[in-house]
Every structure is written in structure tokens, then in C-alpha cells.
């Protein structure tokens, strides 16, 4: 029902209607504004008021000569005074004045009234900002999907434009109906927009006037640490933004804005599921945990601290989404249950094993993968699995002669040896099944199978399965997982993907920063945390100066603060 807000909050109804009878609406500064009716530059009829923000008041109105709705945005009239805030509101308009794509809101005019008001013209948007959609819970993962992507759709206009938008958030985001699409979303106030492009004028220090570049709570870690900021900063905001549509709440939350940009600059985000849980503690969710993991992943790698690790431009983002997109919409359809974790993975557990004991002839087959045929080794062996009976099947392939040269006897030979939990068994019969045939590496047996390692609690079996999707299925989706698992909670796998990753080509891409002070607040003896301090030190990384320091402040910490506050000097002379 709203049109764009400069902070996406709403006046309370009392005053609205207090406002329709004094004709005049009252600003946080207590001036009064123009009426209901009255006529704006000799074109436009103000109808009501929409929204009230720091910089301004948003107003409904129409365009007289040709009837149409419009969002009119006036600045307040003391603010316009000051230098500072003035350019705020001309950038703006310039910022989006630029702009012309159907996910970004349209500005159509903008001028100076007679006593040296600003205002600027929008489209009238008939909907609501993304903050109201999430006052319910979090959304359906296809529909946060295709939230997202219009979110990135319009950042890439607008970075192609060469502005950054610097302030990406639920209260910015407005959805619409759009045709038959009732979540159309549009990218709105760009009030503190970069222009970087060739017609960058001198920068003016907005933040004299109290101005915020940003919202704490979706600020990438380079806002939050005052480094400067460009496309890839918008980015990290969105997957904010994404994560709270998924979980239900932001990653991290604080009543203390320092506090909050210390943890985007430093924490590693949660799981997805993790926060979601929360919020599902006492409901259904209606969302399967391996949907979560998939989630997970990707909007992860759009959580990197580091903006060179995260998705290089929304180009890539937008790919990266179509090319789950279809898994995850599959996931979506699941008939709500409540299931805590455990019974979740235990549930995954127990499919990928009934699948496994059913053998593959009851499994659908991608078209063009071989079959076994019944007086094979692997024919005979998938019988006797399809019996319940995965030793049987064991003995019949390794008694083969040929077996070590069939494919179809080694998929077989890693089908009965997860039946029976010998996945490093498994692993190495479906490594050698797949160099006989590649088709093989789509096998749906085999890659439940991989889907119950990765759920199974002993970290060496998660690694596993991992490693071996990315190195004989190259499978992008678990060399996230691998990345994510260098910030698990769980100091066992953390550490062992650490070491594994070390000489990977994967290395560069590893939080090694977040990694360590993981260890650094989760570990709980003193040697342990004082070897994360070296390791963080040796790093000369500066961004772990604060955290750092912290921990030499923190009670309990007495026999570590010498070290961490060392490294804290060391770190403070790195350039």
C-alpha cells in the first residue's frame, strides 16, 4: 500500500489520520509540510503521506496532466540547509536519475521548490517493503530465491551504471505485483549511492552531518571497518538480506552498532539452519535440512569477509542461484514436519541407506547410465542388495576375477559397503567405478550415499565425502561445503579441513582469518587459544587486530593477554 520511505518505517495510523484532519503532516523536527492538496512546481497534486525517514517526507501524489500516481520525496526543509546533507539528496537524484531497469525504483523529476526545498519524483510503488514479508518468519526458500535474483538483477544495472549502492536492506527493497508475479522486487533509495564511474564528482564527507554510510546489521565488513567500498560491498549486504529471508533473522544481531560491525569485519555467520531452528522451534518447517545445506553454500560464499573471495560481480551470483535453482525448488514442495536436527539428519541417514539396500535397480537412472546385467558380478550383487543382503553382495564382486575392471561390479561394491558403513570403502569403489566409467558420477545411489556421509558426525567421514566431490565429481557446491567447514563450530572438522586445505588450490579462498579466532574463542584450553594467536599473527592480517585486542581484554583471558596484545602490535605496523 506504500510507496518508498527513505527508511522504509511507516507513521502510525493515529498519526495519519491526525494528519488527514490538520491537513498538514508533522516531520521528526516538528515543522509542517505542505497539505493534502496542495499543488507541487505547478504539476504535481499531494494526496497524503506515505512515510517519514531522517532525510525526508515521502508523499503520495499525482501527475495532473496526465493522471498518474507518484511518490514524492521532499527533504526536510532544515536539513536542506546544510551543505552536507544537500548533496546528499542531488546525489541522489544524479544516483538514480541513471538508472532505468525494472527491479530498481524509477525516478521521472526533480527540482527546487521557491523557499529552497528539494524534491524528487518516484514511481509509486503499490506494495510493500521486504521488512513487512519478514515479520511473519522466514520465506519459502523458492521465493527468497527469486527475491534475490531481482535484488541482484537491479544491482547489476546499477553497478553497470558504475553506482554502488551501499545501503542494501529489507526496508529497500519493496516487493510488488508485477503481472502475475506477486513478488516483483525493486531496489529503492539510493540516498547514499557511490557513483564510481568517470563523472564521480569530489567526495563530501556526509558523515558531518550524521549520516551512516549504511545499516549495521547488513554493512559489509569493509563499511564496518571504514575501508572503501565497491560493487562487491552490495553484495555482501544481499546475502544479508537473503540469509534473513532463509533463517528467519540476520546472521548477526546486537544492540550494539560497534559491537555489530565487529562481527561482520570477524564472525563467521552461523549455519542457515541454525538460526532457523531457532525460529522453528516450536512450528513445523516445512523445509528439508538438505535444502538448507544447498542454501547454505551458496549464500555463504556471498558472506565472505574478504570481498575478492565472495561472487566477483551479480552476474555471478545470478548463475550461480539458476544453477540450484531447480534442486531447490524440488526442496520447496516437502510436506511440512517438525523435526529437530538430529531427526533431520537421521532421517537423511536412513533414506540414503534404504536406497543403498535397494540397490540401483530401484532407483531412477539418468538416461545413458549403464546397466548391470543379471548373470554379471554386478548384476548378482545388486540382486542381493536389492535382498537386504550387502555382505553377500560384497563377497560375490570381490570373488570376481573381472570385477576390479567392471565399473558396474565396483558402483555395487560401494553400494553394499555404505550399507554397512565402511565409507571409506565405499569411497574408494566409487573413485575407481567412476575412472572405469564417468557416466557413473551421476548414479543415484552413489550420490545418496555421499548425501549420508556429509550428514554423519564424525568429521573425517564428512571430509571425505566432500574431497571426493570435488575432485572425481567437480562439484562446486561441495567445495563450498569444504570452505564453510574451515568455520565449522566443531574444532575437530575445522581443524582437519584446515590441514587438508593447506596446499589446495582451494587455499586462497579459505577464511583463514575467521578460522583461527573460531579457535581462538571456541577452544577451550589457554595453549590452544595462545597457538590460534600465533597462527593469527603469523597471518598479518589487520582485520584481526580488534578481535585480537578483545580477547586480551576479556575476564578469564589473563593468560593469553600478553601474547594477543604482541600481536596486536605486530598487526598494527603491518601495511
Same mark, same amino acid.
Given at each position: 500500500m506504500a510507496a518508498e520511505a527513505t527508511d522504509g518505517t511507516k507513521p502510525p495510523q493515529e498519526e495519519l489520520d491526525a494528519t488527514a484532519e490538520l491537513g498538514r503532516a508533522p516531520s521528526a523536527s516538528g515543522e509542517r509540510h505542505i497539505s493534502p492538496g496542495d499543488i507541487i512546481d505547478n504539476r504535481y497534486r499531494v494526496e497524503g503521506v506515505l512515510g517519514e525517514g531522517g532525510m525526508g517526507v515521502v508523499y503520495r501524489a499525482e501527475h495532473i496532466a496526465i493522471a498518474r500516481p507518484v511518490a514524492i520525496k521532499l527533504l526536510h526543509g532544515p536539513l536542506a540547509a546544510l551543505p552536507e546533507?544537500?548533496?546528499?539528496? *542531488?546525489?541522489? $537524484?544524479? @544516483?538514480?536519475?541513471?538508472?532505468?531497469?525494472?527491479?530498481?525504483? %524509477?525516478?521521472?523529476?526533480?527540482?527546487?521548490?521557491?523557499?529552497?526545498?528539494? =524534491?524528487?519524483? &518516484?514511481? =509509486?510503488?503499490?506494495?510493500?517493503?521486504?521488512? *513487512?514479508?519478514?515479520?511473519?518468519?522466514?520465506? *519459502?526458500?523458492g521465493r527468497a530465491l527469486h527475491i534475490l535474483k531481482h535484488i541482484l538483477r537491479g544491482l547489476a544495472h546499477a553497478h553497470h551504471m558504475g553506482i554502488v549502492h551501499r545501503d542494501v536492506k529489507p526496508a529497500n527493497v519493496f516487493v510488488v505485483r508485477q503481472g502475475h508475479d506477486d513478488a516483483f522486487a525493486k531496489i529503492v533509495d539510493f540516498g547514499i549511492a557511490k557513483l564510481v564511474g568517470p563523472t564521480?564528482?569530489? %567526495?563530501?564527507?556526509?558523515?558531518? #552531518?550524521?549520516? #551512516?554510510?549504511?545499516?549495521?546489521? +547488513? &554493512?559489509?565488513?569493509?563499511?564496518?571497518m571504514g575501508e572503501p567500498a565497491d560493487a562487491r560491498s552490495d553484495l555482501y549486504s544481499a546475502s544479508v538480506v537473503a540469509y534473513e529471508m532463509l533463517a528467519g533473522a540476520p546472521p548477526f544481531v546486537s544492540d550494539d552498532k560497534l559491537d555489530l560491525m565487529g562481527m561482520h569485519a570477524?564472525?563467521?555467520?552461523?549455519?542457515?539452519?541454525?538460526?532457523? %531452528?531457532?525460529?522453528?522451534a516450536t512450528q513445523s518447517d516445512p523445509v528439508a535440512p538438505a535444502a538448507l545445506v544447498e542454501l547454505d553454500a551458496l549464500i555463504r560464499r556471498g558472506l565472505e569477509k574478504r570481498p575478492n573471495v565472495r561472487y566477483a560481480s551479480a552476474a555471478a551470483y545470478l548463475e550461480a542461484i539458476e544453477q540450484l535453482e531447480t534442486e531447490i525448488a524440488d526442496f520447496a514442495?516437502?510436506?511440512?514436519?517438525?523435526?529437530?536436527?538430529? !531427526?533431520?539428519?537421521?532421517? @537423511?541417514?536412513?533414506?540414503?541407506?534404504?536406497?543403498?539396500?535397494l540397490g540401483w535397480f530401484f532407483v531412477p537412472r539418468k538416461p545413458g547410465l549403464p546397466t548391470p546385467t543379471p548373470d554379471s558380478a554386478a548384476g548378482k550383487a545388486a540382486?542381493?542388495?536389492?535382498? /537386504?543382503?550387502?555382505?553377500?553382495?560384497?563377497?560375490t564382486v570381490k570373488q570376481s576375477k573381472a570385477a576390479n575392471e567392471d565399473p558396474l561390479a565396483q558402483a555395487q561394491l560401494g553400494h553394499a559397503l555404505a550399507s554397512n558403513r565402511d565409507y571409506k570403502g565405499a569411497l574408494k569403489a566409487y573413485r575407481r567405478a567412476i575412472e572405469l566409467e564417468p557416466l557413473l558420477r551421476d548414479e543415484p545411489t552413489l550420490r545418496a550415499n555421499l548425501a549420508a556421509m556429509e550428514t554423519e558426525p564424525d568429521a573425517a567421514t564428512k571430509l571425505a565425502a566432500w574431497w571426493f566431490g570435488v575432485e572425481v565429481l567437480d562439484d562446486a557446491r561441495a567445495s563450498e561445503q569444504l570452505l564453510g567447514a574451515a568455520l565449522a563450530p566443531d574444532a575437530r572438522l575445522r581443524q582437519l579441513t584446515r590441514l587438508s586445505l593447506e596446499k589446495h588450490s582451494l587455499a586462497p579462498r579459505v577464511d583463514w582469518v575467521g578460522s +583461527?579466532?573460531?579457535?581462538?574463542?571456541?577452544?577451550?584450553?589457554?595453549? *590452544?587459544?595462545?597457538? @590460534?594467536?600465533?597462527?593469527?599473527? $603469523?597471518? /598479518?592480517? !589487520?582485520?584481526?587486530?580488534?578481535?585480537?585486542?578483545?580477547?586480551? $581484554? $576479556? !575476564?578469564?583471558?589473563?593468560?593469553? #593477554?600478553?601474547?594477543?596484545?604482541? @600481536?596486536?602490535?605486530?598487526?598494527?605496523?603491518? !601495511?
Open positions: 546533507v544537500r548533496a546528499r539528496f *542531488e546525489r541522489e $537524484a544524479l @544516483a538514480i536519475g541513471r538508472i532505468s531497469h525494472p527491479n530498481c525504483v %524509477d525516478v521521472s523529476d526533480f527540482g527546487q521548490l521557491a523557499d529552497g526545498s528539494l =524534491y524528487l519524483v &518516484m514511481e =509509486y510503488l503499490d506494495g510493500k517493503p521486504l521488512t *513487512e514479508l519478514l515479520h511473519h518468519g522466514p520465506l *519459502e526458500p564521480t564528482t569530489t %567526495d563530501v564527507n556526509l558523515t558531518q #552531518a550524521g549520516i #551512516a554510510f549504511g545499516t549495521p546489521v +547488513y &554493512m559489509s565488513p569493509e563499511q564496518a570477524n564472525r563467521p555467520p552461523p549455519p542457515l539452519h541454525a538460526t532457523r %531452528d531457532q525460529f522453528f514442495n516437502v510436506r511440512p514436519r517438525r523435526w529437530t536436527v538430529r !531427526k533431520r539428519l537421521g532421517l @537423511a541417514l536412513l533414506v540414503a541407506l534404504s536406497l543403498a539396500a540382486a542381493q542388495l536389492e535382498r /537386504g543382503n550387502p555382505n553377500a553382495a560384497i563377497a +583461527y579466532l573460531q579457535d581462538l574463542q571456541l577452544l577451550p584450553s589457554c595453549a *590452544e587459544r595462545k597457538t @590460534a594467536i600465533a597462527k593469527l599473527r $603469523a597471518l /598479518g592480517d !589487520k582485520q584481526a587486530a580488534a578481535p585480537l585486542r578483545a580477547a586480551a $581484554a $576479556a !575476564k578469564g583471558n589473563k593468560c593469553l #593477554a600478553a601474547d594477543a596484545q604482541s @600481536a596486536v602490535r605486530f598487526l598494527s605496523q603491518v !601495511k
